[in-house]
């Protein structure tokens, strides 16, 4: 199908404001496609009901704004990234009403993906499919989301890793899925992050859980576990709370 704003074959900086794009529903339409981000901004467009992604970053973020940005009504992801995030300030953007996820990501690695909003989506709120190296992801929000909050999909790892202040609420509206998961954690900062009324666990570390810090998270009302886990810990967990949850506030094993 044709897409809406069509940017592929180039580096691409400079500034994308202001734009509408809407009802591009052929298939495999997009709203905006880009080939990579070098810097600029990227803000306040909007794109609507297109038949495929709202927004599609083919390549690598590595620096700019992008940012106040809207999806809605798209078949398949609000804004899907199939580079790497190195760079770049992403903030204050919305996805809503998605038919899969409303954040996709392929690798992190920099950059800052913070204040962004995830709600009613058909899939995950923001996913994360490939290892989160670096950069901080932070006062992020997914409600409503069909499945999860938060999939951390692969390894998050890297002492500048930041994972800070997210909400995850009411999500799994049509599967039982977690606030947060994590396939496995080797080094970063996982802290005051909040898992409530989620219809499986607040905070499943699915897999090793071998270095970084896990600290001051809050996991309440959840229909399952507050914090579940697979495996031992090597890394730290401190000042974590939970209440009110199914099962168990903590089955993390020791």
């Keep these: 199908g044709d897409d809406g704003v069509d940017l592929d074959g180039a580096m691409l900086s400079g500034t994308i404001t202001d734009n509408v794009v809407m009802g591009g529903t052929s298939v495999g339409s997009d709203g905006f496609v880009l080939d990579s981000w070098t810097g600029g901004t990227i803000s306040r467009n909007t794109a609507s009901g297109n038949g495929n992604n709202g927004f599609l970053i083919l390549g ?14 798209n078949v398949n992801t609000g804004l899907l990234v199939l580079g790497d995030v190195s760079g770049a300030m992403m903030s204050g953007n919305t996805a809503s009403g998605i038919g ?12 800052t993906i913070s204040g962004n909003t995830a709600s009613g989506n058909g899939g995950d709120g923001f996913f994360f499919n ?70 499986d666990d607040g905070f499943d570390l699915n897999g090793a859980f071998n270095g970084g810090t896990f600290s001051n998270n809050v996991s309440n009302n959840n229909v399952d576990d507050g914090y579940a886990g697979t495996a031992g810990a090597a890394g730290t967990r401190t000042n974590n709370t939970a209440n009110g949850n199914g099962g168990n506030d903590d089955d993390f094993p020791p």
């Design 130 to 199: 490939g290892d989160v190296t670096g950069g901080v992801i932070s006062d992020n929000l997914a409600n409503t989301n069909d499945f999860g909050g938060f999939f951390f999909d692969a390894t998050v790892s890297g002492a500048n890793t930041m994972i800070t202040g997210n909400t995850a609420s009411g999500n799994g509206v049509f599967f039982a899925s977690d606030g947060f998961f994590f396939n496995q954690i080797d080094d970063g900062l996982i802290d005051s992050n909040t898992a409530v009324m989620n219809p």
């Design 60 to 73: 690598d973020i590595t620096g700019g704004t992008i940012s106040g940005n809207t999806a809605s009504n």
């Design 100 to 111: 899969l996820d409303g954040f996709g990501f392929n690798t992190v690695s920099g950059g």
